[in-house]
């Protein structure tokens, strides 16, 4: 639980991050969202930031200088090897940080796209709906979402890839946590929208 005395939780997973050598941190949609609300970055005229501006400055309030330090450190996408296999990572799709990939969507064009380029493995989220799926010799990974899964399964979820000389197993687990507790400490936070995201986190849907 936190103490309103003591530092936000927040700070917490920021020295976390930061704190791990080797550790590769990309910037999603959200993350963009709270550089607008800093103005270091847009202008852009979604309106959903309009709509979550309050929590987004709620956030930015309670982590300080140090949250736009950080996500003017993280890239919007990344390309590293994976043990030989050439790894692509982006928050959403290839070309936007907002238009995710489901399950059940169509992604021949894309793998082929990804083929094209020798791309062995792609690493998304975005959708909070965890999957895997290999397909033109590509295997397609979307990990869901640890805080906000959106499959109607309130299980936090975590993706392993698994490499021994190239070849690739891919494992998506489900983990459970104190779902309760967890919606009565954002309840108690403070935070804009908090029933909004209470009613996200206990139905596992947008």
Known sequence: RH????LHPGHEVLDLLE?????????????????TVLGSAGPYDEKVVNRVAPS????????GPRAGRFLASCPPSLEIGLEGLRTKVRH?????DTLGIMPDADTAGLT????????????????????????????????GSTALPFDL??????????IQNKALQTRIFRVDYDLEAVIEDLGQSG??????????????RM
Do not use: K, Y
Request: hydrophobic share 40%; proline share 6%.
């Open 3 to 6: 103490d309103p005395g003591e």
């Open 19 to 35: 704190g791990q050598r080797g550790l590769h941190v990309i910037r999603g949609n959200t993350d963009r969202w709270l550089e």
């Open 153 to 162: 399964t309130p299980r936090p979820s975590w993706a392993l890839l698994d």
């Open 56 to 63: 987004l400055r709620w956030t930015l309030d309670r982590l």
């Open 92 to 96: 959403a799709g290839l070309d936007s």
């Open 112 to 143: 082929s796209r990804l083929a094209e380029d020798h791309c062995d493995i792609f690493l998304c989220g975005h959708t909070h709906v965890p999957f895997w799926r290999t397909e033109n010799g590509v295997t397609l990974v979307n990990a």
């Open 191 to 204: 935070m804009p929208m908090a029933d909004v995201f209470s009613e996200r986190i206990r139905n596992a």
